[in-house]
Structures are given as C-alpha cells and as structure tokens.
C-alpha cells in the first residue's frame, strides 16, 4: 500500500501550497448535496440528457448504477467564501482515455478553472501510463462499470461532476492543477518561497481564465 500514500502526500502537499497562496486554510472533507455518485435530473438540469448519453457511451450499466448505494464525492479540498470553489490536483491516473472521452464531450458554454485543451492533450500523450500506473484496485470493475479498468472510467465519469456540478449550484467553476504542471516542486527542485511563488502564479491564470 506504498503508492496510495504517496499520492496521499503528494496531494496535501500541493494543497497546502495554495492555502498558503491564499492565506486560509481549505475545507479537506467538504460535502454538496449536488455531488453525488449518481446523475440526477435534479441536480444536472439542463445538462442532464448530455451526462446520461456520456454514461451509455463510456458502457456505463444504469441497472448497476441503480443498485449501488448512494453517497458523497467528496472533493480534494473546496475553499470557502470569499473564493467558494473546489480544488482538484490530478495526477498522472487521472489522465485516462476514458478522461480523454469525458472531455471531449464537454458543454461550450461551460465555464472551467483549468485548460480544456491542454488537459485533453495530457490524456492523449499519458493514457497508457495513466492505467499502468493503477493498482489492482483502481483497474477492477465496478457496478456501474462493470468490465476491466471499470474503477477508471468511474474516476473520469465523477470528475465530469466535479466540473460541470460547481456552477450550477452557486460556486465557481472547479480549479484544477496537474501533476505534469507542478514536476519541479513534487521533485524538490522549487522548494519554499520559490514553489509558493509557482504556484501563485498557476493559480492566478486559472483565477482569470473564469472571471
């Protein structure tokens, strides 16, 4: 169970990075009634016949989706008001074709706090990768998806909500950060003043992209 702490490190190390860019500390178990595991007419409202034609296309089992239980997709972290916006540091298992697939269908008229096009591009250069990376775990099926790397098409389906949920429900479109864009910290070569410098300046690029 190494990698998964890694990764574990890896995240709150970069979340505590952008704490410090904006001076207050991020909610790190926050919960929406919106952003649950399961699409809701409710909750999608316009965008919901999109969400359901992305699930069928993905082969995504609606009788699986029914009978799992409900629950929270709880976020990387989401900092409060005055910023009101969830956070999301996606490394390299992100970047899935099943990512690659969830992107491409994205609504034009959908605000985002990171780069459509470059994260499309990431998917299409790492997918590979991306599923090696996966444990056991992450390339087992699951019942909403049930068939080999099941576990990662449920990742990129959920961060489809994560993205497209946000703006409908009052908060600011979700900041995202790649692994890819913040190599030099996670090896050690921006250390200190140096790294929070770098990542003040990725956060304030997304921070105009939406406003």
Known sequence: MEEPSR???L????????EEVFGVPAERRAQFDWLINK???A???DYYPKIAKLFEKMGGDWEGLSTKADGYLTPDAYFPAPYNFIFEFDELQHFTLFRQQTLDVYPEDLA???DHQAYRQLCFKHQEMAIQKGTDRFRRKTSDFPFLNGRAAQRAFFDTFRDWLPPLHGLKPTLRLAEFEVTDILSGKL???AAKHYIRSLIEQRLTQVE
Do not use: K, Q, T
């Open 43 to 45: 909750h999608f409202g």
């Open 7 to 9: 990764n574990m490190r």
């Open 39 to 41: 699409p809701a007419p």
């Open 11 to 18: 995240e709150i190390g970069i979340i505590a990075l952008v």
């Open 191 to 193: 250390i200190g003043d």
């Open 112 to 114: 985002l706090g990171f």
